[in-house]
């Protein structure tokens, strides 16, 4: 036992000499894996203080709580309470892509402590953690859903049951990419589905949500609308990214 142990350390130490940690923002080499360098720390803006309880967006003031954005006071969610762990501005929206379109699926593993402290509050012992379901032809082509990834170090961190195919997606639009507000509403009608071999699994039970960006809140608005016909108890929603503005 104590020369496995001794092989494998020797065998991380030639790994970390090959391969050395790298910042998951801008790649520079960092003192240890799934962390951002000094400059990255302090360009990432981490969302904290006054937020809007819904949607998790920023808003000017002091900490607190109950406090709502203009659109969600407008518009209500159909969730209960929505948190954000950065904004998708600069390092925050590289972290983002490259977790979305790169392969950098180590980024999940990275930011989930950012994800757990965002998502604090809404923590209760028998919730069950669930992600934004990838359409299936964007799934095939990429191969994994960052969601899920996220979804799954949340659980891990979390002690949280994760259930990472609790939903499914399917209809015509792939990507909402390049819609407006309406127009990604409108296409996301009847496209997500509770997956009737989980049902069981979420039914009575409060559902965190888990996503990589929010934008307009149509993709979460779905998903909560189809957790809700499945007789969850109640819906939060916790995203990595929260774009300030919605179009």
Known sequence: ???????????????????????????????????????????????????????????????????????????????TAGRAAILYEGIGRSIVLRLKHADRTDMARGVAGLLAQAARELLHPD??????????????????????????????????????????????HESLDGLGRADRFAALQGAIRVNP???????????????DVMTSGATCAACTQALYSSQVREVSVVTLARVAHSP
């Open 197 to 211: 071999s989980r049902a069981a699994q979420i039914k009575d039970r409060p559902v965190i949500l888990v996503d």
């Open 1 to 79: 036992m104590q020369g496995s142990s001794l092989l494998q350390g020797t065998i991380q130490t030639a790994l970390r000499v090959v391969y050395p940690p790298r910042c998951l923002g801008c790649s520079d080499p960092v003192g240890q894996d799934f962390a951002l360098c000094g400059t990255c720390r302090r360009e990432i803006h981490v969302i904290g203080g006054l937020v809007c309880e819904t949607c998790g967006v920023p808003l000017p003031g002091e900490e607190g709580f109950g406090a709502h954005c203009d659109n969600c006071l407008t518009s209500s969610p159909p969730w």
């Open 127 to 172: 919730t069950v953690v669930v992600p934004v379901p990838l359409h299936w032809r964007r799934l095939a082509m990429r191969q994994y859903n960052q969601a899920a990834l996220l979804a799954q170090e949340l659980s891990r961190k979390t002690g949280l049951t994760c259930v990472p195919d609790a939903l499914t997606r399917s209809g015509r």
